[in-house]
């Protein structure tokens, strides 16, 4: 399973972004998709997260300013407004099965948030 990472790149505090994920290589669906950030010296953090079923979870700090979306089960979107400089970070798409449980990681992709 690949999952392919898309959309980084350098915004002006107030701006936007959107973040694509396609996964492939696989037959089977994914029971969750989301995505991660890891800002330098911290750990890796979930943004956002949204099942098959279209339930969304976001974390405190992007709620009101973060969309997460899916389409066709193996693409998954992030829908980035009102970008703050703490927003700066690496993003991770992440894709789960289950039966057994396996998680897949996406390659990464930065994102900046600076004047």
């Known amino acids: 399973v690949q999952l392919q990472a898309s959309g980084g790149g350098l915004v002006q505090p107030g701006g936007s972004l959107r973040l694509s994920c396609a996964a492939s290589g696989s037959g089977r669906g994914f029971v969750v998709m989301g995505w991660y950030r890891q800002a330098p010296g911290k750990e890796r953090e979930l943004v956002a997260s949204?099942?098959?079923?279209?339930?969304p979870n976001y974390a405190d700090s992007v709620k009101g300013r973060f969309t997460i979306s899916r389409d066709a089960k193996t693409t998954v979107y992030l829908q980035m407004n009102m970008l703050k400089p703490e927003d700066t970070a690496v993003y991770y798409c992440n894709a789960v099965q289950v039966g057994p449980r396996r998680d897949f990681w996406g390659q990464g992709t930065q994102v900046t948030v600076s004047s």
């Open positions: 949204i099942t098959s079923a279209g339930r």
